[in-house]
């Protein structure tokens, strides 16, 4: 499985940004994908997922509202479009594939990971 973000970057308070998450080697339409996010210091929690063969999506509450999940399924590639960004979502934004069950948005229950894209917002 091969997990690849882009996207991040540094903006200001209140701008866009589109994270994209492309996926290889792997049964995409089978398992749920997600995004997950860092700050320094603290967990990695996931913030938004979805399945991409039935659509059904998951957020945050700190993110409900403000960021969507979506996908193109003839390229694999699952997006993360967040709006109204604010300094406390200053973070390295993470892909993630197949969640075994449990509580979505841990870490511990997803089986495959990116290497992460940072996003800075000031």
């Known amino acids: 499985v091969q997990l690849v973000e882009s996207g991040g970057g540094s903006v200001q308070d209140g701008a866009s940004l589109r994270l994209s998450c492309a996926v290889s080697?792997?049964?995409?339409?089978?398992?749920?994908l997600g995004w997950f996010r860092q700050a320094p210091g603290e967990e990695r929690d996931g913030i938004a997922a979805?399945?991409?063969?039935?659509?059904?999506?998951y957020y945050s509450d700190s993110v409900k509202g403000r960021f969507t999940i979506s996908q193109d399924k003839a390229k694999k590639i699952v997006y993360l479009q967040m709006k109204m960004l604010k300094p406390e979502d200053t973070a390295m934004y993470y892909c993630?594939?197949?969640?075994?069950?449990?509580?979505?948005?841990?870490?511990?229950?997803?089986?495959?990971w990116g290497q992460g894209t940072q996003v800075t917002v000031s």
């Open positions: 979805m399945w991409p063969g039935g659509g059904s999506t």
């Open positions: 993630a594939a197949e969640w075994r069950g449990g509580i979505w948005y841990q870490q511990d229950v997803w089986d495959f």
């Open positions: 080697e792997y049964p995409y339409m089978r398992h749920c």
